[in-house]
């Protein structure tokens, strides 16, 4: 913990996990999405289902998808500005066994038709966690550079991607490798100490075997 | 810790190890952090100082911005910081005007927190009255200037440190002891350093206002940051200034600052799941607690 994880962060109230982390669990989302979403439908499991709306963890999770930080003072009024904006939002609640006790599973659509489905953890004083992608599990918070490939279980991408980012002089801090069944589908997910150029991104969607490149830079 | 060549590598593990390397290398207590942050996160001198100065003006700003007719969602809290301004203005507080203020503050930020108010979670959203709470009207009456205010900053983020190394700041794993008595400490370190105190009196302060905490439990009604943290944010402002105040005035604690820190782990691991944020034990389970989350339940 640095020293501004203990003095802040500067957020709208009342609570960091309920509120702060939803939001920057709406946030994540978009970005991940890389557009302005048009629909998204919200599942709240665990204690954000059961005291979620007294904490406005609802509201929040809203912000977040409209890309505001949990210090923007819009949050509280985030519904109306999703109509106002066109994002149509349904709520619901479920009882996800084996996640962390606060847990919500955004499903969201964006302006070009791109669909995904994330779920995220509130981890305490504003952190926060993505558990799965699609439905595969992965684990990164989003804090460093983020590089996300689904490609097909095939030898090879692993190569490809990790020799690309050392000719790029990007820093390899940890990576993590999924995949749904053998011969599948897989997911790679790199966290970095740099960021990644946006030529060597567009060359890696375009090689054969990758199905979907996914990128967060640093948030600023 | 230190390492092989008997080196600091993280001074936050211990207030101990901050006062030492005070001494060693003849530098204040907010410096210390300063200068362990900017190795830390590889930062300049100047973006950690602004990064600061933004946490102070964003502290001050919103102890400006509270509105005495507002009310929470649930409706459980607001007002109340309106109210015992109107009182202190009368003249005639029980604890004297500057702890009717302080008293005053503490209830607005906690209720500004509850009202979906911008705040700075010090060390969390519901314990987020307590600093300003003590640092605002020392400021406010020019007793001490905005550099101080930030230097203080700095130590409450040492002292916060320490405490987040060696027990928690979560009310979900130490109860409320972790939340408002770490506020607490981390403001009673601030107040002695602005007051002109040693880096030892400091270190005592935050010893006794801790150990004064010792035990509290962590217990909102119906789950929600509201009843009993607001009127918490006053006791953790309070006690701030009392144990401030015994330092400067030479009292020592018996118990060194990081040993109260460990009592405090020890409790909050005794501490029963149902006390730890879990909105079942203590107030959270009282009848009238339970009447409350039943009507809440019913609008939702
Ligand atoms: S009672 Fe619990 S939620 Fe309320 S301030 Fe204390 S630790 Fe935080």
Same mark, same amino acid.
């Given at each position: 913990m640095?020293?501004?994880d203990?003095l802040?962060?500067?957020?709208?109230?009342?609570s960091?996990?309920?509120t702060?982390?939803a939001v920057?669990i709406?946030?994540?989302?978009r970005?991940l999405?890389g557009?302005s979403?048009?629909k998204?439908?919200?599942?709240l499991?665990?204690?954000f289902a059961?005291?979620g709306?007294?904490?406005?963890?609802?509201?929040?999770?809203?912000?977040?998808?409209l890309g505001?930080?949990?210090?923007?003072?819009?949050?509280?009024?985030?519904?109306?500005?999703a109509?106002?904006?066109g994002?149509e939002?349904?709520?619901?609640?479920?009882n996800?066994?084996e996640?962390h006790p606060n847990?919500?599973v955004l499903?969201?659509t964006?302006?070009s038709g791109?669909?995904?489905?994330v779920?995220?953890?509130?981890l305490?004083?504003?952190r926060i966690m993505?558990?799965?992608?699609?439905?595969?599990?992965?684990?990164? #918070?989003g804090?460093s550079? #983020?590089l996300?490939?689904?490609?097909?279980?095939?030898p090879g991408?692993?190569?490809?991607v #990790?020799?690309?980012l050392?000719?790029?002089?990007?820093?390899i801090?940890t990576?993590?490798?999924y995949?749904?069944h053998?011969?599948?589908?897989?997911?790679?997910?790199?966290?970095?100490d740099?960021?990644?150029?946006?030529e060597?991104?567009?060359?890696?969607?375009?090689?054969e075997?990758?199905?979907k490149?996914t990128?967060?830079?640093?948030?600023? | 810790?230190?390492?092989r060549d008997? /080196?600091?590598?993280m001074?936050?593990e211990?207030i101990?190890? =901050?006062?030492e390397k005070?001494?060693r &290398?003849?530098?204040?207590f907010p410096?210390? $952090?300063i200068?362990e942050d900017?190795?830390?996160r590889?930062?300049?001198?100047? &973006?950690?100082? =602004?990064?600061?100065?933004s946490?102070w003006?964003?502290?001050?700003?919103a102890?400006q911005?509270y509105e005495?007719e507002?009310?929470?969602?649930?409706?459980l809290?607001?007002?109340?910081?309106g109210?015992?301004e &109107?009182y202190?203005?009368?003249?005639?507080v029980?604890c004297?005007?500057?702890?009717?203020?302080?008293i005053?503050?503490?209830?607005?930020m906690?209720e500004?927190n509850?009202c979906m108010?911008?705040?700075?979670?010090a060390?969390?959203?519901?314990a987020c009255?307590v600093?300003p709470?003590?640092? $605002?009207?020392?400021y &406010?009456?020019?007793?001490?200037?905005e550099e101080q @205010?930030?230097e203080?900053?700095?130590v409450?983020?040492?002292?916060?440190q320490?405490i987040?190394?060696?027990?928690s =700041?979560a009310?979900?794993?130490?109860?409320?002891q972790?939340?408002?008595?770490s506020?607490s400490?981390?403001?009673?370190?601030a107040?002695?350093? @602005?007051?002109?105190g040693?880096k /030892?009196q @400091?270190?005592?302060? @935050?010893?006794?206002?801790?150990?004064n905490?010792?035990g509290l439990?962590?217990?909102?009604?119906?789950?929600?940051?509201?009843?009993?943290c607001?009127?918490?944010?006053v006791i953790g402002?309070?006690?701030a200034?009392?144990?401030a105040?015994?330092?400067l005035?030479?009292i020592?604690?018996? =118990?060194?600052?990081?040993?109260?820190?460990d009592a405090m782990k020890e409790?909050?691991?005794a501490?029963?799941?149902?006390?730890?944020e879990?909105?079942?034990?203590?107030?959270?389970?009282?009848?009238?607690?339970?009447?409350i989350t039943?009507?809440?339940?019913?609008?939702?």
């Amino acid at each position: 913990m640095n020293i501004f994880d203990i003095l802040g962060p500067v957020m709208v109230g009342p609570s960091s996990s309920h509120t702060a982390g939803a939001v920057r669990i709406g946030f994540i989302t978009r970005r991940l999405l890389g557009e302005s979403p048009v629909k998204a439908l919200i599942t709240l499991s665990g204690s954000f289902a059961a005291t979620g709306a007294g904490h406005g963890t609802d509201v929040a999770l809203v912000a977040g998808l409209l890309g505001m930080k949990p210090d923007d003072m819009r949050v509280p009024e985030s519904l109306s500005l999703a109509k106002e904006e066109g994002l149509e939002i349904s709520f619901d609640f479920a009882n996800l066994k084996e996640a962390h006790p606060n847990t919500a599973v955004l499903r969201v659509t964006g302006e070009s038709g791109r669909e995904l489905e994330v779920q995220a953890s509130s981890l305490g004083g504003g952190r926060i966690m993505v558990n799965k992608l699609d439905g595969i599990e992965v684990n990164f #918070t989003g804090e460093s550079p #983020t590089l996300i490939v689904h490609n097909m279980d095939q030898p090879g991408h692993v190569a490809e991607v #990790t020799s690309m980012l050392s000719h790029k002089s990007v820093n390899i801090a940890t990576m993590q490798l999924y995949r749904d069944h053998r011969g599948g589908y897989a997911v790679m997910v790199i966290e970095m100490d740099q960021n990644v150029p946006r030529e060597a991104l567009d060359w890696l969607s375009r090689l054969e075997g990758i199905i979907k490149v996914t990128y967060l830079d640093k948030e600023k | 810790m230190r390492n092989r060549d008997g /080196e600091i590598i993280m001074a936050f593990e211990a207030i101990a190890e =901050i006062l030492e390397k005070c001494n060693r &290398e003849q530098i204040s207590f907010p410096e210390v $952090v300063i200068q362990e942050d900017m190795r830390d996160r590889a930062v300049s001198r100047e &973006e950690t100082w =602004i990064q600061m100065a933004s946490m102070w003006e964003a502290m001050h700003a919103a102890s400006q911005s509270y509105e005495a007719e507002r009310k929470s969602n649930s409706g459980l809290v607001g007002g109340a910081g309106g109210r015992m301004e &109107e009182y202190v203005k009368k003249g005639r507080v029980l604890c004297g005007e500057r702890m009717g203020r302080v008293i005053a503050r503490a209830l607005q930020m906690g209720e500004s927190n509850a009202c979906m108010k911008r705040i700075v979670a010090a060390p969390t959203a519901g314990a987020c009255g307590v600093l300003p709470a003590v640092l $605002v009207p020392l400021y &406010e009456d020019g007793e001490i200037t905005e550099e101080q @205010v930030i230097e203080a900053l700095f130590v409450t983020a040492g002292i916060g440190q320490v405490i987040a190394t060696r027990a928690s =700041i979560a009310g979900a794993s130490g109860g409320c002891q972790a939340e408002i008595g770490s506020a607490s400490a981390m403001a009673a370190g601030a107040l002695v350093y @602005v007051s002109g105190g040693s880096k /030892e009196q @400091v270190a005592d302060a @935050v010893a006794m206002s801790l150990k004064n905490l010792l035990g509290l439990v962590c217990d909102p009604v119906a789950g929600l940051v509201e009843v009993p943290c607001v009127k918490r944010n006053v006791i953790g402002a309070v006690n701030a200034m009392a144990a401030a105040d015994m330092a400067l005035a030479g009292i020592t604690s018996a =118990i060194p600052a990081d040993q109260v820190i460990d009592a405090m782990k020890e409790v909050g691991d005794a501490m029963h799941v149902s006390l730890r944020e879990t909105g079942e034990g203590g107030l959270a389970g009282s009848k009238a607690a339970l009447e409350i989350t039943r009507k809440l339940r019913m609008k939702a």
